[in-house]
Every structure is written in C-alpha cells, then in structure tokens.
C-alpha cells in the first residue's frame, strides 16, 4: 500500500512547535513498519509518503485515525505492487 499522509496546515504549525509532529511520525513508523518513507511538500503542503505491506486492511483503522484526530490529515491510500507483482499479474492475463 502507499499511503499519503497531509496534515491540515494549522494542525501541522501546532504539531511541529509543541513536537508532537515528531512523536507522530516516529508512532507511524512503529505501527505501519514501512517498507519506504518519504516527506515531502505537495500542493504547498506537508505530505508523508508511506510504502507498506498490510496484512490486514481493517488494521488502517487504528494506525491512520491518530493522523485524522490529532492532525487533521487528508489520507489516501493506494493499492501499489512492486515489478515482480507485475510480472506475476501479466503473466497471469497472458495464461487466462
């Protein structure tokens, strides 16, 4: 999964003065266990990139609704494989 992380602006401004945007980030990459992470500004605002491999969908209840409660965050996530899951994928169509 990639899952895109965006703070809303003043929840952001607050989490980063009082340090509490750290203790966020730091709790992200305790729960999700990413395989890559990445920060970055889009569309003007601080976004957090996440590559994960969820087991189980219904655990992103639990790990994303802090970024929802404490930061205000706009969260997308998308489904994403790697080349070698491609391959298996077109190998599949080409057999079917």
Known sequence: MLIRIRPGLQAANTAVTDGSMKVA???AH???KPEASYFLPQD???TALFICD???ESQLVSMLDPFFSNLEAKI???PVMNFDDLRAGLDQLSQG
Do not use: K, N, S, T
């Open 25 to 27: 980030m730091e709790r």
């Open 30 to 32: 305790e729960q999700l």
């Open 44 to 46: 003007g605002q601080r």
């Open 54 to 56: 969820i087991a189980d």
């Open 76 to 78: 997308d996530v998308f």
